[in-house]
Structure formats: structure tokens, C-alpha cells
């Protein structure tokens, strides 16, 4: 979870010449002929190739290492099925044949593979239900929560990070990370655990868990409006903890971009500190923390599965702990490939928008 | 050369012509740690970070000695199921009688214990690919770098779970668990600095000289590249506190151990919520947030001394 410095020193604090939003595609279209800009397509077109090729790869190695680990380390499904009840030999390798246990182990991958790219992830033990409907009727509850400290996080921490790092030393900054850095070195979990201590046992201003009270009216607003009570704690939690890394982040991009050239040209040009800042420096020190943004997204899939834990938010991060406890191997394995993909997937997605919001990245 | 046989004592200052190698070398070890600890002392969030780091470490290691360790044992727990802080329990106690403050002692030798295993090893498998990734080229470090960025942007804690789950409950799996999930950044650290490193003149000399790969990357490219690992190393064993304590609540922990986060998910399971004894949950969360803290401080300050560009952040 920590900030990887490297990523941090690739930022285009380094690219010569901060001034690449004014080399941006309005000038390209004016000096070069058409041929050019159907360059410059070409190599965007392969650099999208590129990056879904690099995507597949990791996504195959998800799917490999999903079967390796949950196959090849995982021990005997078997076992771990007839735990709880007495069986016969018999019983036994009639259960191994039935999960196709009794195949060769390469064998057994293909039709894993077959299973995957068919959408068949198996059964759950404890559920006695297809992997994936349980995955599917778990996911609006997760992206629910996720999207709300998401977007409270990313908004409040590019805010605080832009104002600190602009005021650089000053008691406002001093604050700010003073705060950050308490926030990202509290633990999800016990976070969680205080907020529901002080605003639901004690104060009583919220429901303890869950996502919506057994008896509200069947109607929608009175739904929603119950859901959104029972959104409050855990949205909160989650954002007071991943908010910490975009604010340290923001703050550092913009003390990349501060001593630039083009913001003294800009200030000489007598425009108003606050414009300064908002019209040049922002945009510019934007787009790496864009980046890094997307590159966390693996913390946030983690803070989900810790708030939902602690709240029981019936979201996908409940449904990988309950399996935990079992341990329920094939809902695990779903949760797990889940979880990966929707990164990766996130991240190839960011890396292409990225490359076409930068000019500087494109005609490099 | 002609200097004298290395008589071990320490050069007088007035002596500078007759120095030998050795004490040359100690002397440029001993001034370059000095520069480090006036570069490091400028920075005051560090210091703190340092210092309370130190208490927390020397609390840890003395706690069989200030401690009675019965006291872990739970059929021999003198107190009262989940008893408010009183003057025979400082800090109140468990859902089994065992004294709050106790456990919180005894669990820091645990959760620091696994944060710093986990590290190591985590660091070693960090340096190792850096190194070799920035050494050779070709299709080798293409293949490295591509595991090392698989890993980066898989979820670590699912990936920590998934393999957590299948080693099953123990203090190994805990620490296997974390070092194989957390190393790609520091490799890839690594790797950035070796290609400077490698760069530089003097290893072109080595390896006009006949050096072998093993010689370059031992003698040349690892003590260059030792102050970043040192920096990554502390912000990792902050991590690594958390992520113990995570996957410890999580119930992947040693069950028979007692850590912050085995002591945070006992707390959960046992109702201490809902009990209301904020004292039960308190105390080793807070501990956990201190420890990260402080190692996040020291890192944030080392790397500010190490890398000029961060200077004055």
C-alpha cells in the first residue's frame, strides 16, 4: 500500500518543459498536413493494441495462478466438502469423479479454462449455488459503496492535496498531512469498528449493520432513503481511509509542477494567484495522479473488503470473507478472479485515457 | 602503494599522509554516516518517528521481563469478563478476564515480529528481481518486469487472502503471505536505480577489468542502491504491521498467538461493540496506528534524505 516512490519520480516532473498542454492537438492540426495526425492515430491505434495485449497476458496469469492456487496448493476439495459429514470410500471417489477430480491435472485446467471463459466459476460449498449468480446479485451493494467513497475520496483528496501542496510549509499544509498520514496508518478495519462504536452505539445516529432495515416500506423511496441511511458509516470509513493517499499524492504533484517555467509566465502575465493555480498547475498535475489513481484501485478492492466485513454490507467483500471462513475454495477462487479482472481491466482502461488526455505522452 | 601495515588504532587528525586504506575507507564510512545524521536530524517528523519507534521496539522486547506471562493464559485470567480500566488493569480487560494492557505488550513482539520477517523477505525477493531486471536485458528483464507489474496492480490483499486461505491459518502463512505480495515495488525501485548505477563509468572499468555479473551486482550495483532498499524497507514494515493485522482479523492469523489484529478481531467476534467496552478495542488499534506511523515517518524522512528531488517535502 505504500507509495511507490519510482512512480512518483516518472511523473512528468521529469518530462522537459511543462508547457504540454499548450503543444496540445490544436496545434498539431494546424502545422502538420493530414498525414501526420493519421500518424500519430496509427501509433495511438498500437499503443491500445499494446496495452489490451498486455492486459490479456495478465489476465491470463490471473486465471493461471487462480487455478494453481486454489487447485494445485489448495489441498483436496473433497475434504474440505465432506468435512462435516461421514463418508465412504465409495462416496468419496464418486464425489472426486462428479468435480472431475479423478482427471489429470492439465486436464483439469482445460476444462477450468473451458469454465471461466463460459462464465462457469462453479459451485459454492456453502451455498450450493452457482459462483457466479452469487457474485452477480453481490455486486450492486459493492459498487454502491465503492462509488461513493471513490468519488468523495478522489474529489476531497485532489482538493486538499492541490490546496496543501500550493501552500507548501504553511500550518494548512502541515495539517493536511499530518492528517493523511494518521488516516493511511489506521487500519481499515479497527476505523471501522470506532465509527460504529461513537455514531451507532453510543450516539445512536445510524443502523449498526447491514444495508437496509426488515422493515421498511416496499416502495422506493422509503428504500433508498434507508439504504442511503445505512451508507453513511461505511461510505465514511472507507473514504476517511483511502482519501489519505490522494491527498499525499495531489500534494506531490503539484510541488512537481509548482517551480515550472510556464507558471512564471503565466504569473507574469498578471493573472490572479487562484487562477494560476486552477487554469495551469492543476491540469498539468492532474494526469499522473490520474494515473496513480487507477493504480491503487487494488487498496480500495481491499478497503472494500475490510469495511463490508465490519459493517456486514452484503457486497462482494462479505461474500469473499464469508467464504474465507468456511474456507469455500471455488467462491473464493470467483471473488478472487473478480477482483483482479475488474483491476486490471481498470487499469488498461486508465492507461488508454491517459494517453489520449496527454498530449505530451502521445507525441512522445 | 607504500602505506604502513594497518595497525588498527584510529589515525590522529594530524597524521592525514599516513593513512591506510582501511582507515581511509572507515574514516569515508564514518563521515558519510555523520552527513546522513545531519541530513536526517533536519527533519523533525523523523526524529519523532525515530524515537518512538525505539520505545516501541524496547517495550516490545521487554515485555517478558515488566510482564508476568501467565497472565496470557486464559484459565488463569484474574479479572472480570470485559472490566472497565481500574487500578489492577490499567487498561481494562478481555472477553476472558486477561489483562488489556498485557495482551497489547505481548502481541507487539508478534505483529512487529511478522512486520519485520515479512519484510525481509519481501525486500529479498524485491532486490533480487531489481537487480537482475536492471542487470541483464533482453527477453529476461522484459519477462521479470511484466510479473513485477502483474503484481503491482493485482489487489494485494486479495492476492495475501487467496494464498492465506490455501497455506491455511499460521504465523509462516501470515509472513509468506505478505513478503510474496509485497515486493514488486521495491523492485521496481531497485531496478531504476541499478540502470543509473549501471550507467555510471566505473562499472564500464569493472567489467573492461573481466568483473562477472555476480561481482558487478554484489560489489557495485547493491551497496549503491542499499540506501534506497533501506528507506523502502521501513515504509514496508509499516505496511507490513497493517497488513498482519488485516489478515490477522480476518482469522488467518495463528489462532493460539496473541497480536494487535488476532486481539481486534476477538474484540469483534466477542460483541466488545456492542458491550461497549471501548477500552478492548482501543488500545491495540491505536498501538498498530502509532507503529505504522512512526516507520512511515522514519521512511518518509530517509527517503528525503537519500533522494535530493523529495528534499523540503
Avoid at chain 2, 48 to 63: D, N, R, T
Avoid at chain 2, 87 to 96: H, N, R
Avoid at chain 2, 216 to 240: D, F
Wanted: charged share 15%; with cysteine; proline share 6%.
Amino acid at each position: 500500500m505504500s507509495m511507490d516512490p519510482s512512480l512518483v519520480a516518472e511523473s512528468p516532473g521529469a518530462v522537459p518543459g511543462g508547457s504540454g498542454r499548450t503543444a496540445g492537438p490544436g496545434r498539431g492540426s494546424t502545422g502538420g498536413a493530414g498525414g501526420s495526425r493519421s500518424a500519430a492515430g496509427r501509433g495511438f491505434a498500437k499503443y491500445v493494441l499494446a496495452k489490451l495485449g498486455g492486459a490479456a497476458v495478465s489476465l491470463l496469469m490471473v486465471v493461471f495462478s487462480a487455478f494453481f492456487l486454489f487447485r494445485v496448493l489448495g489441498g483436496d476439495p473433497v475434504d474440505a466438502l465432506t468435512r462435516d459429514v461421514p463418508t465412504t470410500p465409495a462416496e468419496r471417489a464418486a464425489l472426486r469423479e462428479r468435480l472431475g477430480l479423478d482427471q489429470p491435472l492439465s486436464l483439469q485446467f482445460v476444462h477450468y479454462l473451458q469454465g471461466v471463459l463460459t462464465g462457469d466459476l462453479g459451485q459454492s460449498y456453502q451455498y450450493q449455488q452457482p459462483v457466479t449468480s452469487l457474485i452477480g446479485a453481490r455486486l450492486g451493494a459493492t459498487v454502491l459503496l465503492t462509488g461513493t467513497a471513490l468519488v468523495l475520496a478522489v474529489s476531497l483528496g485532489l482538493w486538499i492535496g492541490t490546496r496543501a501542496g500550493w501552500r507548501q510549509g504553511s500550518t494548512f499544509d502541515k495539517v493536511q498531512v499530518g492528517v493523511s498520514l494518521t488516516l493511511w496508518s489506521a487500519p481499515t478495519f479497527w476505523f471501522g469498528m470506532i465509527v460504529i462504536m461513537v455514531f451507532a452505539r453510543y450516539l445512536g445516529l445510524f443502523p449498526i449493520n447491514g444495508m437496509v432495515s426488515p422493515y421498511t416500506p416496499d416502495a422506493f423511496w422509503p428504500q433508498a432513503l434507508d439504504t442511503l441511511h445505512h451508507l453513511v458509516l461505511p461510505a465514511l470509513t472507507m473514504t476517511a481511509v483511502i482519501y489519505a493517499q490522494y491527498v499525499l499524492v495531489m500534494r506531490s504533484s503539484i510541488l512537481d509542477e509548482k517551480d515550472a517555467d510556464y507558471l512564471v509566465t503565466a504569473r507574469a502575465k498578471g493573472l490572479r494567484d487562484d487562477d494560476v493555480r486552477r487554469r495551469h498547475a492543476v491540469p498539468n498535475a492532474l494526469l499522473p495522479t490520474v494515473t496513480l489513481v487507477f493504480l491503487q484501485l487494488g487498496g480500495v478492492v481491499g478497503g472494500a473488503i475490510l469495511t463490508e466485513t465490519v459493517f456486514s454490507w452484503p457486497g462482494l467483500g462479505l461474500l469473499a470473507y464469508q467464504a474465507l471462513r468456511i474456507p469455500d475454495l471455488p467462491l473464493l477462487q470467483g471473488t478472487f478472479l473478480f477482483f483482479s479482472t475488474a483491476v486490471i481491466l481498470a487499469n488498461t482502461a486508465a492507461d488508454v485515457v491517459y494517453r489520449f488526455l496527454d498530449p505530451r505522452v502521445r507525441h512522445s | 602503494m607504500t602505506t604502513p601495515p594497518d595497525t588498527g588504532t584510529p589515525t590522529p587528525a594530524g597524521a592525514e599522509a599516513l593513512r591506510s586504506v582501511r582507515s581511509v575507507v572507515r574514516q569515508r564510512r564514518k563521515a558519510a554516516l555523520l552527513r546522513f545524521w545531519a541530513g536526517y536530524r533536519r527533519q523533525p517528523a523523523g526524529v519523532a518517528g525515530l524515537i518512538g519507534m525505539a520505545v516501541i521496539v524496547a517495550l516490545a522486547l521487554a515485555a517478558p521481563v515488566i510482564t508476568n506471562s501467565a497472565g496470557l493464559d486464559v484459565t488463569q485470567a484474574t479479572g472480570d469478563r470485559l472490566q472497565p480500566p481500574s487500578a489492577a488493569f490499567p487498561l481494562g480487560t478481555d472477553e476472558t478476564g486477561r489483562s488489556v494492557l498485557l495482551l497489547t505488550l505481548w502481541g507487539a513482539r508478534i505483529s512487529l515480529l511478522v512486520g519485520v520477517t515479512a519484510t525481509l523477505l519481501a525486500m529479498g525477493i524485491g532486490t533480487l528481481v531489481g537487480i537482475a531486471a536492471g542487470h541483464f536485458g533482453g527477453w529476461f528483464t522484459g519477462l521479470l518486469m511484466r510479473v513485477t507489474d502483474w503484481f503491482i496492480v493485482l489487489p494485494r490483499l486479495v492476492l495475501a487472502i487467496a494464498l492465506a486461505a490455501v497455506l491455511g491459518p499460521s504465523l509462516t502463512t501470515i509472513v509468506v503471505a505478505i513478503g510474496v505480495t509485497s515486493w514488486p515495488g521495491t523492485a521496481r525501485l531497485i531496478r531504476a536505480q541499478t540502470l543509473a548505477v549501471e550507467a555510471r563509468p566505473y562499472l564500464e572499468r569493472a567489467r573492461a577489468l573481466g568483473a562477472g555479473h555476480w561481482h558487478q551486482m554484489t560489489r557495485h550495483v547493491l551497496p549503491n542502491v542499499m540506501p534506497l532498499v533501506l528507506a523502502s524497507t521501513t515504509l514496508e514494515v509499516a505496511s507490513a504491521v497493517l497488513a498482519e493485522a488485516t489478515l490477522s482479523f480476518l482469522g488467518l492469523g495463528d489462532p493460539a498467538r496473541v497480536s494487535w489484529g488476532s486481539m481486534l478481531s476477538r474484540a469483534n467476534s466477542s460483541g466488545a461493540i456492542t458491550f461497549g467496552a471501548w477500552w478492548y478495542l482501543l488500545t491495540p488499534g491505536l498501538a498498530i496506528l502509532v507503529v505504522v506511523l512512526c516507520f512511515t515517518l522514519c521512511g518518509r524522512a530517509l527517503e528525503a534524505v537519500f533522494n535530493p528531488r523529495l528534499r523540503g517535502r
